[in-house]
């Protein structure tokens, strides 16, 4: 039986998971983090590419499944619990690669990124409304925090689209496989990160508004603060380029 709600939906195709293990660029000597292995299909294919792969699997059944499907790689620690919860701090330089249970997505995306340190890449196979959120430029509709958040941290590419029928079952929605390349530095240097991400949030609460009376909550003088950035406050928040919020929240910091 397969839990719908934890987002099982199983990649068949080898010639797709090769093509997912390419654009990983897995090195012999890699870590590698598998979050949701399901019937572990993935996992064997890391498994004989790098030096170690931790696996995480949340559902009881799959687990013990996998326990005797993977009793012979001996390079993979698996782990019964909540990927969301995992402490990925601890971990000594890594990789994920995974077809990611879709209702995390984001947060497993943005807890992924505070563990930033060690982490040097993501290749996750996610919904293709998702990934091309994650790449987006300013200008159109999916442009937004999830652009911002993931750009600032990280060089975002859409890889290939995976259609619907490559899974079992098969999902509703058009898969993709994003490459995210963590940076070292960050894209912008901003004076305050929490600053920086509390704008872009409050922008695009009312994507629709104009900038002056989006972000009227961080300031009374907001339409000034815009105005010493550069920037027109009756700009919507999905033409600002990164670079135009750092400089709008270095100024609402103010000294
Ligand atoms: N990677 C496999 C399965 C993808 S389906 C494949 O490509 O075939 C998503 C998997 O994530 C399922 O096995 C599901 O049980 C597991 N899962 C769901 N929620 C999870 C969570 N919070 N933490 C870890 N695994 C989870």
Do not use: C, W
Request: hydrophobic fraction near 40%.
């Amino acid at each position: 039986m397969t839990k719908r709600y934890l987002g099982q939906n199983y990649l068949y195709d080898p010639s797709i998971l090769k093509r997912i293990i390419q654009v990983a660029q897995l090195d012999e000597e890699d870590l590698v983090v598998e979050i949701g292995p399901g019937l572990g299909r993935l996992t064997k294919m890391l498994a004989e590419k790098v030096k170690n792969v931790v696996a995480i699997e949340l559902d009881d059944k799959l687990f013990a499944k996998l326990r005797v499907e993977l009793a012979e790689y001996h390079n993979v620690e698996l782990i019964h619990g909540d990927a969301l919860k995992y402490s990925y701090e601890y971990l000594p330089q890594f990789k994920v690669v995974s077809n990611i249970p879709y209702y995390i997505t984001t947060p497993i995306i943005f807890r992924l990124l505070k563990a930033k340190e060690n982490l040097e890449s993501m290749t996750l196979t996610i919904q293709k409304e998702v990934a091309e959120r994650i790449v987006a430029k300013p200008g159109g509709k999916d442009y937004g925090v999830l652009s911002l958040m993931v750009q600032y941290h990280a060089k975002p590419k859409l890889e290939f689209i995976i259609p619907k029928g490559a899974f079992r079952p098969v999902p509703k929605v058009d898969s993709a496989v994003v490459h995210i390349e963590i940076l070292e530095r960050p894209s912008v240097l901003v004076r305050d990160e929490e600053i920086f991400f509390r704008v872009i949030k409050t922008a695009f609460s009312q994507r629709r508004k104009m900038l002056s009376n989006s972000l009227k909550s961080i300031g009374e003088d907001v339409k000034e603060r815009l105005t010493e950035s550069g920037i027109d406050p009756n700009r919507r928040p999905e033409t600002l380029s990164i670079e135009e919020f750092a400089r709008l929240s270095d100024i609402v910091k103010g000294d």
